[in-house]
């Protein structure tokens, strides 16, 4: 039970870190990852914070990407927003194409998301996608400004 306590105490420590994020005036670039295994649980966060925050645009990330960037870039409304969230990285890794690929354009984006959008960039991932961004998209990973935990065992921000 006691397990259970210090896990929903540290989920909640990271969603309201991430509602702080979120709320920051003014509106500065960041990278940052929200680990959450489990769709219907992501999708869920995702909208509670969509109801407190106007607006949050949502890029799902196809199976086939390469070019995550591009895909969003292309995929993603223009003006002011509170975040962008990007989901579907797990399905990249795990789908079959050359994550390899993937992970290098990964790697070597940061400063393009940083060039294109003034406000929090959050990517969405399970705790496997985490390590292997951690392991192969070093760069990448060493923009992060936080890493939220929702899954259990971890901790928070």
Request: charged share 25%; aromatic share 10%.
């Amino acid at each position: 039970m006691l397990h259970r306590e210090n896990r929903n105490r540290a989920e909640a420590d990271a969603l309201q870190k991430l509602r702080a994020l979120l709320a920051m005036q003014p509106r500065v670039f960041s990278l940052n990852l929200a680990v959450c295994s489990g769709a219907s649980r992501v999708d869920g966060l995702i909208q509670d914070l969509k109801g407190e925050f106007d607006s949050i645009d949502i890029a799902r990330v196809s199976e086939q990407t390469l070019d995550i960037f591009g895909q969003v870039h292309d995929s993603s409304t223009v003006g002011p927003r509170d975040a962008l969230f990007v989901v579907g990285i797990a399905d990249v890794l795990t789908g079959g194409q050359d994550a390899d690929i993937f992970l290098r354009a990964l790697d070597a984006s940061p400063r393009r998301w940083k060039a294109w959008y003034p406000y929090p960039v959050v990517f969405w991932v399970d705790e496997k996608s985490s390590k292997i961004l951690l392991s192969h998209a070093k760069d990448f990973w060493e923009w992060q400004t936080a890493v939220f935990r929702f899954d259990a065992g971890h901790q928070g921000g």
